[in-house]
């Protein structure tokens, strides 16, 4: 089994026209796994469609988190079980970690939606800039910049998984994080959430989910 880094803090692509309406066209980016997800209610998880500071794998970040805060049952009932073949970072045999994710999303109720926030993104996006650059491991800013643009309450770091469904299950998941940081972090009280997304050093890739009310 590949092991993962994730680590916890509780506490500029530009899509023109053309690229919008290929994107709005996709549809919900959970509808391989169950039509259900294709319902238009669930319009309102991509609530980063027309910012344009985010990548589009960074808005997918956010609608696929939205997707799990608006219906939990559903993403417990149509995306857990397929984890393996989503992700081969989690072990779905682990009592404590997987099996206590299904058992949390299977009765939790609905959560706001997040949506995004400029003051988070450039948060994220330094961190990831920085660190991604001398392969640093931590939520430490390590310049200057950094510190005068660092704006979260809570802060997720994920390292070496590029597909945005898999950041937020391996986040979900939290295997091997015995407080579960990440995932009170993803299912936590938040209204606001800008990721960031980038190459790493050591690892490969970067995310950085930064969080505020």
Same mark, same amino acid.
């Given at each position: !089994? ?17 690229? @919008? ?5 996709? %549809? ?41 805060? !608006? ?7 149509? =995306? ?5 073949? =989503?992700? &081969? ?28 926030? !400029? ?13 991604? @650059? ?11 910049? /950094? ?12 390292? %070496? ?5 898999? =950041? ?12 579960? &940081?990440?995932?009170? =972090? /993803?299912?936590?009280?938040?209204? @606001? ?21």
């Amino acid at each position: !089994m590949k092991r993962l880094l994730s680590i916890i803090l509780v506490v500029l692509t530009t899509l023109d026209v053309t690229g @919008k309406e290929v994107e709005a066209k996709k %549809g919900s980016p959970l509808a391989k796994f169950s039509s259900e997800w294709n319902d238009p209610r669930y319009k309102v998880c991509n609530t980063a469609a027309d910012v344009t500071y985010l990548s589009a794998k960074e808005k997918e970040i956010i609608y696929v988190l939205n997707l799990a805060r !608006m219906n939990p049952q559903l993403f417990c009932k149509t =995306i857990l079980p397929r984890v393996p073949e =989503i992700t &081969g970072f989690i072990d779905t045999s682990d009592e404590y970690y997987y099996k206590s994710l299904v058992k949390q999303m299977s009765t939790m109720q609905p959560l706001p939606i997040l949506k995004p926030d !400029m003051k988070c993104f450039n948060s994220a996006q330094c961190h990831v800039t920085s660190t991604g @650059k001398t392969g640093y491991v931590g939520h430490d800013r390590r310049t200057p910049e /950094c510190r005068k643009v660092q704006y979260y309450r809570g802060e997720c770091c994920q390292y %070496g998984v590029d597909d945005p469904l898999g =950041i937020i299950l391996n986040l979900l998941v939290d295997e091997n994080v015995e407080s579960l &940081g990440h995932r009170d =972090i /993803c299912l936590g009280s938040y209204t @606001k959430m800008s990721p960031s997304y980038g190459p790493h050093k050591q690892y490969g890739s970067i995310t950085v989910l930064d969080f505020d009310r």
